[in-house]
């Protein structure tokens, strides 16, 4: 009896970009990936370490200090971590559970069952050298799917989570949101306008382990093109981000959620706020797991800058997300914000 594999054809797909790479002279500045002089990382990080709870008492003194601290690791790293975030460790063991199991499906099952409204890709497709390739695979669920009873098969037990987590999520999101927009002097409700369920999503992420080559990446580096994004990641590590032009490795706390600031705040902040450039490493010998959360506005929502001149041209998250998609397809990377600034 002959077991079908779990994992997509990684190897093949990378050995297939490999042999077909040729050294290509770079001539436009746009074109240059924004890690290239990055020097690599040297030791685990702490993030900034933030205790929501703060937001939530009595002390005036305690709920200042604590937007404080949100809205500085904002600037400052454009990463932070929470802890008493209102999201329960039963249902996050509940997510990860579901989780592997569907990520233990055989290959065929994942990629040819339609499984969450048909959201599962592996590796890099755009992919037009080694280093624009992937390790990893993930299911991209649009909010708005979350409830549909007919993206499930045999997963069903995975729906019910699903929806208790994406509302957790998505409550969490507006809450660091409304700090960093009222940071800003600006309203919330104009804000809330822009986000939409149908742009929001969730995506699931499995890591296999890489034995070809230590330099192959799980997830390339890239900036991630939302408002901000929450990162519930286990205990493997392997998220590196740049700070102060060096790649460092964060150190996983099993307490915390990572929240790290999109290309759309950075661009609504004025670059107050900073999308940093991150990554994920290739693991030789274990498998990793994440799920991340991704808060978007509606495609065509104008992302303006909250203080004038802008740096940014006007544009509509439809026009990033179009623009992406086609340095994508040319360049096999994102470009992303530089394409729109002034």
């Known amino acids: 009896m002959v077991i079908e594999s779990i994992n997509p054809p990684l190897s093949h797909d ?16 746009e ?11 040297y030791h ?19 709920r200042v200090k604590c937007k404080t601290e949100i ?3 904002s600037s400052e790293w454009g990463f932070f971590q929470v802890i008493n975030h209102g999201i329960s460790i ?22 040819t069952c339609g499984l969450l409204n048909n959201s599962y890709r592996w590796g890099t497709p755009t992919a037009t050298s080694p280093e624009n390739f992937s390790w990893s695979e993930a299911f991209h669920v649009p909010l708005t799917m979350i409830p549909d009873q007919d993206c499930y098969g045999e997963f069903d037990s995975l729906r019910e989570v699903l929806v208790e987590y994406a509302a957790a999520m998505q409550k969490l999101a507006k809450l660091l949101a409304e700090v960093l927009v009222k940071n800003l002097g600006g309203k ?9 369920e149908k742009t929001c999503f969730l995506r699931l992420n499995r890591y296999p382990s890489c034995p070809l080559s230590p330099k192959i990446t799980g997830l390339v580096p890239h900036t991630d093109s939302d408002f901000l994004t929450i990162l519930h990641q286990d205990q493997v590590g392997g998220l590196q981000l740049i700070k102060d ?21 950075q661009a609504w902040s004025n670059d107050l706020y900073k999308s940093v450039e991150h990554k994920v490493v290739a693991n030789p010998e274990v498998e990793r797991f994440s799920v991340a959360y991704f808060l978007c506005p509606s495609y065509d929502s104008f992302i303006g800058s909250y203080e004038k001149p802008s740096v940014y041209r006007n544009f509509t998250f439809g026009d990033y997300r179009k623009k992406i998609q086609e340095d994508a397809k040319l360049l ?10 002034k």
Not at 53 to 58: Q, V
Request: glycine residues 4%.
């Open 71 to 73: 809205a500085r690791a």
């Open 332 to 341: 096999g990377h994102k470009v992303g914000l530089s394409r729109f600034r």
């Open 31 to 41: 074109n240059i990936n924004r890690s290239t002089n990055i020097q690599e990382c």
């Open 14 to 29: 990378y050995n297939k970009i490999l042999s077909q790479y040729t050294t290509k002279t770079i001539t436009h500045n």
């Open 44 to 62: 685990d990080q702490e993030l900034p370490l933030i205790d929501l709870g703060g937001l939530m008492c009595d002390n005036e003194v305690e």
């Open 245 to 265: 032009s060096k790649w460092v490795a964060v150190k996983p706390n099993k307490d915390a959620l990572i929240v790290n600031i999109g290309d759309l705040f």
């Open 188 to 196: 919330m409700e104009e804000f809330e306008n822009m986000i939409s």
């Open 90 to 111: 039963k249902l996050l063991d509940k997510m990860r559970r579901e989780q592997i199991k569907l990520f233990n499906a055989s290959f065929s099952t994942k990629s």
